[in-house]
T-cell receptor, first 113, second 114 residues
Framework: NAGVMQNPRHLVRRRGQEARLRCSPM?????VYWYRQLPEEGLKFMVY????????ESGMPKERFSAEFPKEGPSILRIQQVVRGDSAAYFC???????????FGSGTRLTVV | DAKTTQPPSMDCAEGRAANLPCNHS???????VYWYRQIHSQGPQYIIH???NNETNEMASLIITEDRKSSTLILPHATLRDTAVYYC???????????????FGKGITLSVRP
Protein backbone atom coordinates (compact mmCIF):
# COMPACT_ATOMS: atom_id res chain seq x y z
CA ASN A 1 0.00 0.00 0.00
CA ALA A 2 1.80 3.05 -1.25
CA GLY A 3 1.85 6.10 0.97
CA VAL A 4 0.93 9.62 0.00
CA MET A 5 2.71 10.34 -3.28
CA GLN A 6 3.78 13.83 -4.19
CA ASN A 7 5.40 14.90 -7.40
CA PRO A 8 7.60 16.37 -8.42
CA ARG A 9 9.96 16.18 -5.43
CA HIS A 10 11.77 19.27 -6.61
CA LEU A 11 10.44 22.01 -8.86
CA VAL A 12 12.25 25.07 -10.12
CA ARG A 13 10.30 27.90 -11.66
CA ARG A 14 11.21 31.37 -12.86
CA ARG A 15 9.36 34.34 -11.47
CA GLY A 16 6.03 34.74 -13.25
CA GLN A 17 5.67 31.09 -14.27
CA GLU A 18 3.05 28.68 -13.00
CA ALA A 19 3.74 25.85 -10.57
CA ARG A 20 1.58 22.73 -10.40
CA LEU A 21 2.09 20.38 -7.47
CA ARG A 22 0.44 16.96 -7.44
CA CYS A 23 -0.67 14.77 -4.58
CA SER A 24 -2.05 11.26 -4.79
CA PRO A 25 -3.57 10.27 -1.44
CA MET A 26 -3.24 6.86 0.11
CA UNK A 27 -5.60 4.25 -1.30
CA UNK A 28 -8.98 4.60 0.34
CA UNK A 29 -8.32 8.11 1.64
CA UNK A 30 -10.85 10.72 0.56
CA UNK A 31 -9.53 13.75 2.46
CA VAL A 32 -6.53 15.77 1.34
CA TYR A 33 -4.71 18.58 3.12
CA TRP A 34 -1.99 20.92 1.86
CA TYR A 35 0.59 22.55 4.13
CA ARG A 36 3.43 24.94 3.36
CA GLN A 37 6.72 25.17 5.17
CA LEU A 38 8.79 28.26 4.57
CA PRO A 39 12.53 28.02 5.25
CA GLU A 40 13.31 27.72 8.97
CA GLU A 41 9.62 27.80 9.91
CA GLY A 42 6.95 25.34 10.98
CA LEU A 43 4.26 23.95 8.73
CA LYS A 44 1.25 26.14 8.00
CA PHE A 45 -2.13 24.79 6.95
CA MET A 46 -3.32 25.93 3.55
CA VAL A 47 -6.38 23.99 2.42
CA TYR A 48 -8.50 20.95 3.17
CA UNK A 49 -10.34 19.16 0.38
CA UNK A 50 -12.58 16.20 -0.14
CA UNK A 51 -13.40 14.78 -3.54
CA UNK A 52 -14.63 17.67 -5.71
CA UNK A 53 -15.12 19.94 -2.69
CA UNK A 54 -13.03 22.52 -0.86
CA UNK A 55 -13.88 22.19 2.82
CA UNK A 56 -11.56 24.78 4.36
CA GLU A 57 -9.28 27.16 2.46
CA SER A 58 -8.65 29.55 5.35
CA GLY A 59 -4.88 29.19 4.98
CA MET A 60 -4.69 29.86 1.27
CA PRO A 61 -3.27 33.17 0.07
CA LYS A 62 -6.09 35.12 -1.50
CA GLU A 63 -4.43 35.52 -4.87
CA ARG A 64 -2.53 33.25 -7.26
CA PHE A 65 -3.12 30.04 -5.27
CA SER A 66 -5.79 27.46 -5.99
CA ALA A 67 -6.38 23.81 -5.17
CA GLU A 68 -8.57 21.06 -6.49
CA PHE A 69 -9.24 17.41 -5.80
CA PRO A 70 -11.20 16.03 -8.77
CA LYS A 71 -13.32 12.92 -8.79
CA GLU A 72 -10.59 11.14 -10.69
CA GLY A 73 -6.89 11.79 -10.38
CA PRO A 74 -4.61 13.51 -7.90
CA SER A 75 -5.13 16.69 -5.95
CA ILE A 76 -3.44 19.69 -7.56
CA LEU A 77 -2.06 22.78 -5.84
CA ARG A 78 -1.61 25.48 -8.45
CA ILE A 79 0.42 28.64 -7.98
CA GLN A 80 0.17 31.22 -10.73
CA GLN A 81 2.78 33.89 -11.44
CA VAL A 82 5.17 32.59 -8.82
CA VAL A 83 7.33 34.99 -6.82
CA ARG A 84 10.50 34.33 -4.80
CA GLY A 85 8.47 34.30 -1.59
CA ASP A 86 6.63 31.19 -2.81
CA SER A 87 9.84 29.18 -2.45
CA ALA A 88 9.03 26.60 0.19
CA ALA A 89 8.33 22.95 0.84
CA TYR A 90 4.73 22.01 0.15
CA PHE A 91 3.41 18.96 1.95
CA CYS A 92 0.26 17.03 1.24
CA UNK A 93 -1.47 14.75 3.73
CA UNK A 94 -4.45 12.44 3.44
CA UNK A 95 -6.86 10.72 5.78
CA UNK A 96 -9.75 8.29 5.35
CA UNK A 97 -13.41 9.19 5.77
CA UNK A 98 -14.40 9.55 9.40
CA UNK A 99 -10.89 9.39 10.77
CA UNK A 100 -8.10 11.76 11.67
CA UNK A 101 -5.37 9.31 10.73
CA UNK A 102 -3.12 11.78 8.95
CA UNK A 103 -0.40 10.52 6.64
CA PHE A 104 1.96 13.03 5.08
CA GLY A 105 3.79 12.80 1.80
CA SER A 106 7.47 13.61 1.34
CA GLY A 107 6.75 17.05 -0.03
CA THR A 108 7.54 19.13 -3.11
CA ARG A 109 10.32 21.65 -2.77
CA LEU A 110 9.58 24.66 -4.91
CA THR A 111 12.37 27.04 -5.76
CA VAL A 112 11.57 30.26 -7.58
CA VAL A 113 14.53 31.84 -9.33
CA ASP B 1 -1.55 30.33 16.50
CA ALA B 2 -0.26 27.20 18.14
CA LYS B 3 -1.66 26.59 21.61
CA THR B 4 1.54 24.91 22.76
CA THR B 5 4.98 26.07 23.83
CA GLN B 6 8.11 23.98 23.59
CA PRO B 7 11.79 24.71 24.26
CA PRO B 8 13.61 25.32 21.00
CA SER B 9 16.07 22.48 21.34
CA MET B 10 17.55 19.75 23.47
CA ASP B 11 19.99 16.93 23.09
CA CYS B 12 20.52 13.52 24.58
CA ALA B 13 22.97 10.67 24.34
CA GLU B 14 22.28 7.71 22.12
CA GLY B 15 20.67 4.88 24.08
CA ARG B 16 19.35 7.14 26.80
CA ALA B 17 15.77 8.27 27.26
CA ALA B 18 14.76 11.54 25.62
CA ASN B 19 12.09 13.47 27.55
CA LEU B 20 10.53 16.22 25.45
CA PRO B 21 8.34 18.69 27.35
CA CYS B 22 5.33 20.64 26.10
CA ASN B 23 3.14 23.24 27.77
CA HIS B 24 -0.49 23.63 26.75
CA SER B 25 -2.01 25.60 29.61
CA UNK B 26 -5.07 26.72 27.61
CA UNK B 27 -6.08 23.24 26.45
CA UNK B 28 -9.82 22.69 26.56
CA UNK B 29 -11.52 19.66 28.04
CA UNK B 30 -12.08 17.77 24.82
CA UNK B 31 -8.83 18.58 23.05
CA UNK B 32 -6.26 15.88 22.56
CA VAL B 33 -2.49 16.20 22.67
CA TYR B 34 -0.78 14.96 19.51
CA TRP B 35 2.91 14.55 18.77
CA TYR B 36 4.46 14.50 15.32
CA ARG B 37 8.06 14.60 14.26
CA GLN B 38 9.79 15.78 11.13
CA ILE B 39 13.08 14.24 10.20
CA HIS B 40 15.17 16.48 7.99
CA SER B 41 13.52 17.21 4.63
CA GLN B 42 10.78 14.62 5.13
CA GLY B 43 7.06 14.97 5.78
CA PRO B 44 5.82 14.94 9.39
CA GLN B 45 5.32 11.55 10.97
CA TYR B 46 2.63 10.78 13.54
CA ILE B 47 4.01 9.50 16.85
CA ILE B 48 1.29 9.30 19.48
CA HIS B 49 -1.72 11.10 20.92
CA UNK B 50 -3.71 11.13 24.15
CA UNK B 51 -6.50 12.86 26.05
CA UNK B 52 -5.74 12.49 29.73
CA ASN B 53 -4.37 9.02 30.37
CA ASN B 54 -0.78 8.10 29.73
CA GLU B 55 -0.29 6.37 26.41
CA THR B 56 2.38 4.06 25.04
CA ASN B 57 3.02 2.60 21.63
CA GLU B 58 5.96 1.06 19.82
CA MET B 59 7.54 4.45 19.21
CA ALA B 60 7.10 6.40 22.43
CA SER B 61 5.23 7.11 25.64
CA LEU B 62 3.11 10.16 26.35
CA ILE B 63 2.73 11.40 29.90
CA ILE B 64 0.00 14.02 30.44
CA THR B 65 -0.20 15.81 33.78
CA GLU B 66 -3.34 15.50 35.82
CA ASP B 67 -4.37 19.10 35.15
CA ARG B 68 -3.59 18.50 31.44
CA LYS B 69 -1.63 21.73 31.19
CA SER B 70 1.56 20.00 30.14
CA SER B 71 2.84 16.74 28.75
CA THR B 72 6.07 14.90 28.08
CA LEU B 73 6.96 12.72 25.15
CA ILE B 74 9.39 9.98 26.09
CA LEU B 75 11.59 8.16 23.61
CA PRO B 76 12.87 5.36 25.87
CA HIS B 77 16.08 4.53 24.00
CA ALA B 78 16.98 7.33 21.62
CA THR B 79 18.92 6.49 18.47
CA LEU B 80 20.67 8.74 15.98
CA ARG B 81 17.68 8.28 13.67
CA ASP B 82 15.47 10.00 16.24
CA THR B 83 17.20 13.31 15.54
CA ALA B 84 14.32 15.47 14.29
CA VAL B 85 11.99 18.37 15.06
CA TYR B 86 9.21 17.22 17.37
CA TYR B 87 5.88 19.03 17.31
CA CYS B 88 3.36 19.01 20.14
CA UNK B 89 -0.15 19.91 18.92
CA UNK B 90 -3.51 20.19 20.66
CA UNK B 91 -6.62 19.64 18.62
CA UNK B 92 -10.13 18.32 18.62
CA UNK B 93 -10.48 14.81 17.20
CA UNK B 94 -11.95 14.64 13.73
CA UNK B 95 -14.82 12.50 14.86
CA UNK B 96 -16.31 15.45 16.74
CA UNK B 97 -16.88 17.09 13.39
CA UNK B 98 -14.37 19.83 14.01
CA UNK B 99 -12.01 20.92 11.30
CA UNK B 100 -9.14 18.52 11.30
CA UNK B 101 -6.33 20.87 10.31
CA UNK B 102 -3.17 20.74 12.37
CA UNK B 103 -1.65 23.92 13.83
CA PHE B 104 2.11 23.46 14.07
CA GLY B 105 4.32 25.60 16.26
CA LYS B 106 8.07 25.79 15.93
CA GLY B 107 8.60 22.46 17.65
CA ILE B 108 11.63 21.27 19.57
CA THR B 109 14.76 20.14 17.78
CA LEU B 110 16.09 16.96 19.35
CA SER B 111 19.70 16.14 18.61
CA VAL B 112 20.82 12.65 19.57
CA ARG B 113 24.58 12.47 20.00
CA PRO B 114 26.68 9.32 19.64
Amino acid sequence: NAGVMQNPRHLVRRRGQEARLRCSPMKGHSHVYWYRQLPEEGLKFMVYLQKENIIDESGMPKERFSAEFPKEGPSILRIQQVVRGDSAAYFCASSPEGSDGYTFGSGTRLTVV
Amino acid sequence: DAKTTQPPSMDCAEGRAANLPCNHSTISGNEYVYWYRQIHSQGPQYIIHGLKNNETNEMASLIITEDRKSSTLILPHATLRDTAVYYCIVRLPFLTGANSKLTFGKGITLSVRP
